[in-house]
């Protein structure tokens, strides 16, 4: 963007006394010279050159009319980068010197620069000044103090000829090497008085003189120097004393240099009209090791100010930024008491803290693009404020502790971002929707104002991974509408949402805290827990809001809770109940299931469950159960829906209809396999002719019920020879089963259901056909575990047709697995003992037993037996083996923790044919049967399973 752009800076004249070693004012030149001899110096010939090498248009001295005439060094209209350079200048006599210059720019465009540097006794070049053309602000650093024996000065220029007036101008003018001198306090005394000063030493002869603007003051031995008017001086060091400011004083610290007070010095200024000002574009340092104390200072003008060292600084009243200013403060302790500010000039000025500070007032940006950042610990005792809504794109940046209030933008464009830690006690007001707050990853966000502006929905960001967002006030809040990764709700009172929330992490309700959701809607992805101690912690509205647990891994709720509507649809995992809830309203299972574990769910007179299939269901876990309240005449009519599943992979709802019946509570589990004792896995089981399941049902009060029960299962859950067309309902009466219906045969073409009425005495359920002898005369099946391996026997009386006997293992008596195969004795009236070894069995309790086939291929089940191995190793099996291509079984069992393990299949020539993910539960492990999507070649292959140690089997497909 093109501009017109002017600036001239004029220094304060040398106050009488100061030594100029070097100058150059251009005025003894004719147009066109490029090579100077000023005659000031022992060295007069060629006091400067330049080189300009292809530069084209004007590179020399030249004669500038514009508000009047100048005599400068030009540059303008050139193509390639010149450099002006002066002679080595001798700056021994004092060791300290200033340089200085002069220069104007005119309509300099993007891309034109001017870079002075300096080359301190023959080293290395250093940058202390940078102009781009495209700046905002020529408000230029022009002098430096330096240090040393000699010095070199060069000027960099670029510019074009593309400018306002079809010309870019660059222009040299009044270039000063100034000694500066030392003075030493000499006594305690006051700085306006000569007996106090000595230009020797601490102590040393009165020099008959007081500090001058070319003057950088020394106190020391412990002297207390008093400053009671206004003064000027090019630097101070306070290094075993104390510099006193009496009253409503400024010290001005003339160009760029340092004010350093020492370890057990103090500067003090304790009127809150007093200053110090620094009156040069330059930078400046602040080095305090002990105290220092003044009413005000600011930075302006470009500035660069950088406060260090291990001591502290207080400002009794404000610090103030404008002009483009830069502050850095790396101090132990910074103390503003009233306002940190960025002034009506503060365009792009910048506060870095790296430090410990804090202000006793506001924080106030009154222009544009200013920036605050935050690396060590900053505490505002007041309030954050943008002056007006025309003062935009401001920001803080904090990636350290900030402690803040209020946030009031006036509607100016803001930015807030937050990388650590940011404590927020006042609320949000005048946010525009163009601002943007946003907490970083990893950052926390404690926030404990009471209302919130309308566009902060639009406004805070809380999505980045791991960044929690706190709400922690003592007393009622309002909840952001916006999404959020980890979300507390803390302190106390009411927190009410003031619309639908997302979180893609985990929410807690804690402290004294009652969150309202208002009648609005919560999508989470992470764990529920609420450990307020509040009585009603969750409160919801008008009965509409909805929960949805929707994330990818497995979920938790971890705390009683009560929910109007809840929604499961999730893309993987399970939603576990490590506690017990209640539902008022409709729960729908889109995608994925719940798992009761030993907790139970609460389905109230006013709720139901409306969705549910054999891919998303409850699974009644461990202890697990499944309440529906007021069932039956007077409460809720019709089938009641029970979509329970003992496993992942077996779904077997049930549906009760007590219309006919006085209404009643009633609770539901499903177990596996069916016990001669009626007892829920435990006992001797039934291994032939049923359903392997069993339905618990008790309702709760006995008696005036008048149901009809209605089961469900398919195919993968008959054994023994069950007899779908000649099968009923059984149910356990405490003493034996005992069948109410028989016979009827199964309805459904898969899944398989089967109904039973007028049922009143509630017990275990269970499906059974008629049964036929086994075709031999088992006297016994043992089963014993030793020293890594189960020792399996059994014995026959008789045999008939009994071509051989196979041996399966299960630990969750659903899926089996074959162990091996015992050639029979065909027909035999005769005793015959039988044994085999299973070197591999399963970790923890597991059950064998035996699957007798004859020769015409029926076959028949004994009953199971239980064996127990308490090594605890990992257990890992994959069969059938020899394969037929078309899918594998694999089982693991025996883990300490839940997992997510990969399995890959591999051919022998590294090619992978399969890969999945399976989770495995600690408590019941996982059969799982793999299908592949093609038909395996023969071959060898190998499975590869991620346990704790990897794992590989091989594979043979025939």
């Keep these: 963007m093109k501009k017109l752009l002017v600036a001239a800076l004029i220094f304060m004249s040398l106050q009488a006394g100061a030594q100029v070693i070097w100058s150059e004012d251009f005025n003894s030149y004719s147009d066109g010279t490029t090579v100077g001899d000023n005659n000031n110096t022992a060295n007069p010939a060629n006091d400067w050159t330049l080189s300009c090498s292809g530069c084209g248009g004007t590179f020399s001295k030249q004669t500038f009319w514009l508000f ?115 003075l030493y306090s000499r006594q305690t005394g006051n700085l306006a008085t000569t007996g106090t000063w000595s230009a020797d030493s601490y102590g040393g002869a009165n020099c008959g003189c007081t500090p001058t603007s070319n003057s950088v003051i020394n106190i020391g031995n412990g002297h207390t120097v008093t400053m009671n008017s206004d003064a000027t001086v090019a630097g101070v060091n306070v290094e075993n004393g104390v510099l006193s400011l009496s009253g409503a004083v400024d010290l001005t610290l003339n160009y760029g240099s340092t004010l350093t007070v020492e370890s057990g010095s103090s500067l003090n200024g304790t009127n809150s009209g007093s200053w110090i000002i620094m009156n040069a574009n330059s930078p400046y340092i602040f080095d305090v090791d002990g105290s220092l104390q003044v009413g005000n200072t600011e930075a302006e003008n470009d500035q660069t100010l950088d406060l260090t060292g291990s001591g502290s600084m207080t400002l009794v009243n404000d610090l103030i930024l404008s002009d483009g200013a830069l502050v850095t403060n790396d101090l132990a302790s910074l103390s503003i008491g009233n306002e940190l500010e960025f002034s009506s000039s503060s365009s792009y000025a910048s506060f870095t803290n790296n430090g410990t500070a804090d202000t006793g007032g506001n924080l106030y940006f009154n222009n544009d693009n200013s920036s605050l950042s935050n690396n060590g610990s900053l505490t505002i005792g007041g309030n954050i404020y943008v002056g007006a809504s025309s003062d935009d794109n401001n920001s803080i940046t904090n990636n350290g502790t ?15 971002t937050n990388n650590n830690l940011l404590n927020q006690t006042g609320s949000f007001s005048n946010i525009t929707g163009s601002s943007n707050f946003v907490n970083a990853a990893n950052g926390i966000w404690n926030y404990s104002g009471s209302s919130s502006d309308n566009n902060m929905s639009g406004v805070l960001n809380a999505t980045a991974t791991d960044n929690a967002f706190n709400y922690t006030r003592a007393g009622n809040q309002e909840v952001i509408s916006t999404t959020y990764f980890i979300l507390n709700i803390d302190g106390s009172g009411t927190k009410s949402l003031e619309g639908d929330i997302t979180i893609t992490d985990d929410l807690a309700i804690q402290g004294a805290a009652v969150l309202n959701a208002n009648s609005n809607d919560i999508a989470l992805a992470g764990d529920w827990n609420n ?13 509409s809001e909805l929960v949805t647990f929707n994330g990818s891994g497995t979920q938790q709720i971890n705390d009683p809770e009560t929910f109007n509507n809840l929604t499961v649809d999730k893309s993987g995992g399970f939603l576990d109940l490590y506690a017990n809830i209640r539902l008022d309203g409709t729960l729908r299972l889109n995608n994925r299931k719940l798992r009761l574990r030993s907790s139970s769910l609460t389905v109230s007179i006013s709720g139901d469950i409306a969705t549910a299939s054999s891919s998303s269901y409850i699974i009644n876990n461990a202890n697990g159960i499944l309440i529906q309240e007021s069932i039956g005449g007077g409460g809720r009519t019709g089938d009641v829906f029970f979509p329970l599943g003992r496993n992942n992979g077996s779904y077997n709802p049930l549906w009760i209809n007590n219309d006919s019946g006085t209404a009643d509570e009633f609770s539901v589990r499903v177990g596996n396999n069916v016990f001669a004792e009626g007892g829920f896995e435990a006992g001797t089981m039934v291994g032939s002719f049923v359903v392997n399941k069993t339905w618990f049902i008790s309702e709760g009060t006995p008696g005036g019920s008048d149901a009809t029960l209605t089961f469900q299962w398919d195919s993968s859950n008959e054994i023994g020879g069950f007899d779908r067309a000649n099968m009923g309902v059984s149910h356990f009466n405490g003493a034996a089963w005992e069948p109410l219906t028989a016979g009827d045969g199964a309805g459904g073409g898969g899944p398989y259901s089967a109904s039973v009425s007028n049922v009143s005495d509630f017990s275990p359920f269970a499906l059974g056909s008629d049964s036929s002898p086994l075709p031999i005369e088992l006297v016994e099946f043992k089963a014993s575990y030793e020293s890594g391996r189960v020792n399996l026997s059994w014995k026959t009386a008789s045999e008939l047709n009994n071509d051989y006997f196979t041996i399966e293992k299960t630990v969750d008596n659903v899926n089996f697995e074959e162990v091996g195969q015992v050639q029979g004795h065909g027909t035999t009236t005769q005793p015959v003992n039988y044994s085999a070894v299973d070197r591999y069995p399963y970790n923890g309790v597991s059950y ?97 399973i991620d346990l704790p140690e990897p794992e590989v089997r091989q594979i043979l497909v025939q």
């Design 68 to 182: 009047g005439t100048y005599e400068v060094f030009q540059a303008s209209n050139i193509d390639n980068a010149g450099t002006w350079t002066s002679e080595e200048i001798d700056i021994s006599g004092t060791g300290l010197a200033v340089l200085d210059f002069t220069f104007l720019a005119i309509s300099n465009s993007d891309g034109d620069y001017l870079r002075a540097y300096y080359y301190l006794d023959g080293g290395s070049r250093q940058l202390f000044y940078d102009l781009n053309g495209d700046e905002e602000t020529l408000d230029i650093p022009t002098s430096i103090i330096l240090q040393g024996n000699s010095v070199v000065i060069e000027i960099e220029m670029y510019n074009d000829d593309s400018g306002f007036f079809s010309t870019d101008y660059y222009m040299l003018d009044d270039i000063t090497v100034t000694a500066i001198t030392n």
């Design 402 to 416: 900030l402690n803040i209030s209020a946030i009031n933008t006036n509607d100016g464009t803001f930015v807030i």
């Design 531 to 543: 450990t307020s101690s509040a009585g009603d912690s969750f409160l919801q509205g008008s009965g």
């Design 848 to 944: 064998y037993r035996l699957k007798q086939t004859d020769f015409d291929g029926k076959f028949t089940y004994s009953d199971p037996v239980r064996v127990e191995n308490t090594d605890r190793d990992v257990y890992l099996n994959v069969y059938p083996v020899p394969n037929d291509g078309h899918s594998v079984n694999v089982s693991i069992s025996g883990l300490d923790a839940q997992i997510s393990t990969g399995i890959k299949i591999i051919e022998s020539s590294g090619r992978i044919v399969l890969e999945e993910e399976l989770e495995v539960d600690p408590v019941t492990g996982v059969t799982r049967e793999i299908h592949f999507t093609n038909q395996l070649v023969p071959g060898v292959y190998f499975m590869i």
